[in-house]
């Protein structure tokens, strides 16, 4: 009778502890997406390396620069989608769409299931080429090289301790406005 009574025991709290974790899951991915979808006020520059502006050191500052440098659909500027790479329904009626750019990006849209954007950001992923401080210039996969301006205060995910330099993997998410939300660096 004792076996059977903790059998029941454990399956109970194994289930508690399942339906916990879940709850929380739910809870911490709707506050990051709400932090997610407002604009934050740090920006960057997504320009080629053959036309350098006079304003790329000071982007973090003036937001007035991001018009000029993103369309109305958040894209930079002279770049368009080149094809869906994905298009599927994710948990709980959200839907995810994924777009290759003819710059190299993807962009990447999360949609709730009454059709408004929680999120959307373009993803870049290449081989830094040249890093000069916080300018780096990249080979973008599947484009051309593009040049990024990090912001000083911009926290950079780097486990191995690699730093901004020539071969590293770089990973670049960048909002609609044109600002760099998060890097990552991989070997």
Not at 48 to 69: I, Y
Not at 90 to 102: C, F, P, S
């Amino acid at each position: 009778m004792r076996i059977q009574k903790n059998k029941n025991y454990r399956r109970y709290a194994y289930v508690l502890l399942l339906t916990l974790i879940s709850i929380s899951a739910v809870l911490s991915g709707c506050a990051s997406e709400k932090a997610e979808s407002q604009p934050p006020n740090t920006s960057s520059e997504t320009t080629t390396p053959t036309e350098p502006t006079s304003d790329q050191s000071t982007s973090t500052t003036n937001p007035n620069t991001d018009a000029e440098k993103t369309n109305k659909e958040g894209l930079p500027e002279g770049v368009t989608v080149k094809k869906v790479i994905k298009d599927e329904k994710i948990d709980n009626g959200y839907h995810k769409k994924v777009e290759l750019l003819t710059d190299g990006g993807k962009r990447k849209t999360i949609t709730d299931p009454n059709g408004k954007t929680v999120t959307k950001y373009i993803e870049y992923e290449g081989i830094i080429l040249k890093a000069e401080g916080n300018k780096v210039e990249v080979q973008v996969k599947q484009g051309g090289t593009k040049t990024f301006n990090i912001p000083k205060d911009m926290v950079i995910e780097d486990e191995d301790q690699l730093g901004l330099k020539q071969g590293v993997e770089i990973e670049l998410e960048i909002n609609t406005d044109g600002q760099i939300q998060s890097v990552e660096l991989d070997d």
